[in-house]
């Protein structure tokens, strides 16, 4: 049973930093794409940062770049979003994604609040 659980989120203020964490299990987690979402009230689900199975590869949405910082642990099948210079409009419900292209399916965690500011 796959399972992605996030843990970190929280209350920050504008230029701040938080590091979001992502604990998977049940499945081979080299072999899948390690994603983050966010979420803002009234908005579409949007794609921040991706990480290959190996961490080898990124990508990061434009307005992220620069700040953002996604990394595995692949000892410990964890998967981390280190945030730096937050900005109010960062604030949203941020989830944790396993992508796997083999099924084309990807597996979403529980999300974990960030809210920035004053």
């Known amino acids: 049973q796959v399972q992605l659980v996030e843990s970190g989120g929280g209350l920050v203020q504008p230029g701040g930093s938080l590091r979001l964490s992502c604990a998977a299990s049940?499945?081979?987690?080299?072999?899948?794409?390690m994603r983050w979402y966010r979420q803002a009230p009234g908005k579409e689900r949007e794609l921040v940062a991706a990480?290959?199975?190996?961490?080898?590869?990124?990508n990061y949405r434009d307005s992220v770049k620069g700040r953002f910082i996604i990394s595995t642990d692949n000892t410990n099948n964890t998967v981390y979003l280190q945030m730096n210079s937050l900005k109010p409009e960062d604030t949203a419900v941020y989830y944790c994604?396993?992508?796997?292209?083999?099924?084309?399916?990807?597996?979403w965690g529980q999300g974990t609040q960030v809210t920035v500011s004053s």
């Open positions: 049940g499945f081979t987690f080299s072999s899948y794409s």
């Open positions: 994604g396993a992508y796997s292209a083999a099924v084309s399916y990807l597996y």
């Open positions: 990480i290959s199975g190996t961490g080898g590869s990124t």
